[in-house]
C-alpha cells in the first residue's frame, strides 16, 4: 500500500482513502484496483451500485475527476456521504451533519406522542445513552 493511501474497513464496509498530490492520482487508483482484485480472488463481490467516491478538494482552480471504473462500471462521485453514522460533505463543514442530526432530533416529539419511539420518555434517552457510553457511569 502506497503510504499517501489508508483502508479503513468497519463490518461490511470497506473506505479507501488517499492524498492526491501533484494531480498524481495513480497510487490512489492502483489501491482501488488492488482491493478490487482481493476482493475477486477470495470470491468476494464489490456492489458497485452502492460504491460512491467523494472528492474534497481546496485547491482555488479544481479540475474535473474523472471517475473509477470497477469491473467495468462507473463508480458514482458524490458530494456528500454518510461515514460511520456520520455526514461528510465534500467541503468538510459540519452543516450536513447538524442539518441530518436536527432534523432527527424534531421528530423524536412526534414519535414519542405517537408511541412508537424507544426513546420516548428522557429516562429511556438517558438510558440508552449510557448503554452506548459506559464508561461515563463511572460518576
Same mark, same amino acid.
Given at each position: 500500500m502506497h503510504s499517501s493511501n489508508h483502508i479503513i474497513k468497519f463490518a461490511e464496509d470497506t473506505t479507501v482513502e488517499g492524498l492526491i498530490s501533484k494531480n498524481d492520482e495513480s497510487a490512489y487508483r492502483k489501491e482501488v484496483q488492488r482491493l478490487t482484485d482481493w476482493c475477486r480472488t477470495n470470491n468476494l463481490s464489490l456492489n458497485v451500485d452502492k460504491t460512491k467516491e467523494m472528492v474534497v478538494d481546496f485547491r482555488r482552480t479544481r479540475r474535473d475527476h474523472s471517475p473509477l471504473h470497477i469491473d467495468g462500471s462507473t463508480v458514482e462521485i458524490v458530494k456528500s456521504t454518510k461515514f460511520l453514522g456520520v455526514h461528510l !460533505?465534500?467541503? /468538510?463543514?459540519?452543516?450536513l451533519n447538524t442539518?441530518?442530526?436536527?432534523?432527527? !432530533?424534531?421528530? /423524536?416529539?412526534?414519535?414519542?406522542e405517537e408511541g412508537t419511539s424507544p426513546t420516548s420518555h428522557p429516562h429511556h434517552l438517558l438510558q440508552w445513552n449510557h448503554q452506548e457510553h459506559p464508561e461515563q457511569l463511572d460518576h
Open positions: !460533505a465534500e467541503d /468538510l463543514t459540519w452543516s442539518s441530518t442530526i436536527t432534523k432527527k !432530533a424534531q421528530q /423524536l416529539p412526534a414519535k414519542a
